[in-house]
């Protein structure tokens, strides 16, 4: 019954333990996990569909997206468009991301990651896919987020294909000017964070059928797994703080944001769930 909308299954972390590590999630009610595909920037722009691609049989529980992180953008070429543009195209595509400004590394220059990020934007508008976003500010400034909210306003909104507010960590109003643009607010385990008020805030405050849940697996652990490795099966445990901010329980909560998942990136639905649709173009891939 819940989804997580946001884990790097991919990295070097879960190399020891990957079946193992995805069991668990399985295990503890997981029931889709969608694969971000920006990995460690060009050379890796496959790595989250070649993760969908290891399921050889039953339902697809794993969704990739494709993108280039802002990190990473200083290394983008014409070349790396051209390939995520077709890497776009494959069946277990459903968004483009995860991509944005950070303000806070810095690790490309300011200049540079709004350029790869608009022309990402018109990528992912010819590829009809909705963005993942990254957005991070620098340290006690709003910078990326205006800029970012701007650059979507007038960029982005118009195409009505909307995306997602990845690992929120802003406050309210910046949340409800991206929910005013059509957009999906994504929280993840920091909301449990000591300092993270303003996460708490947006998430008791943003409508529940706006509202992803996600690991960012391996970053982020929640309290008490704070400092570890982080993985997918503790997503039930982002419901359950989600839950309690809102005085419900973390059921409703991982099967109202599954749903809203499944809705916003057309999802066929869970096995356990009604009797299952074909889906010809998301079937057992080579
Ligand atoms: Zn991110
Ligand atoms: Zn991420």
Not at 3 to 32: I, K, N, W
Not at 58 to 85: C, Q
Not at 120 to 135: D, G, M, N, R, S
Not at 258 to 279: D, K, T
Request: proline share 7%; net charge negative; glycine share 8%.
């Amino acid at each position: 019954m819940f989804v997580d909308s946001h884990a790097h299954l991919e990295m070097p972390q879960f190399d020891a333990d990957r079946d193992a590590m995805l069991a668990r999630a399985y295990e503890a009610g997981v029931e889709t996990v969608v694969a971000i595909g920006s990995g460690t920037g060009p050379g890796s722009l496959d790595c989250a569909i070649q993760l969908a691609n290891r399921e050889k049989t039953g339902e697809p529980r794993i969704f990739a997206t494709v993108g280039i992180h802002p990190h990473e953008a200083k290394l983008a070429t014409d070349a790396d468009f051209g390939e995520l543009s077709a890497l776009a195209r494959n069946p277990k595509v459903i968004a483009w991301g995860e991509i944005g400004l950070d303000y806070f590394y810095d690790h490309s220059p300011r200049e540079v990651q709004r350029a790869v990020f608009l022309k990402q934007l018109e990528l992912a508008h010819a590829a009809k896919l909705p963005v993942v976003i990254h957005c991070r500010p620098s340290a006690d400034s709003q910078n990326a987020w205006d800029e970012c909210l701007g650059i979507l306003a007038q960029q982005w909104a118009s195409s009505g294909l909307g995306g997602v507010l990845h690992c929120f960590t802003g406050l309210m109003e910046q949340a409800r000017r991206a929910l005013d643009l059509g957009f999906m607010i994504s929280f993840a385990g920091n909301v449990t964070f000591p300092k993270a008020q303003n996460i708490r805030d947006a998430a008791r405050e943003v409508p529940l059928d706006r509202i992803f849940i996600e690991t960012d697996s391996p970053f982020l652990a929640p309290v008490p797994h704070r400092g570890k490795r982080n993985e997918p099966a503790f997503v039930p445990g982002v419901a359950r703080s989600i839950g309690e901010l809102r005085g419900i329980v973390a059921e409703e909560v991982g099967i109202q944001t599954a749903q809203n998942v499944r809705r916003f990136f057309r999802l066929p639905p869970a096995s356990n769930a009604e009797p299952p649709i074909p889906a010809p173009s998301r079937g057992v891939a080579g």
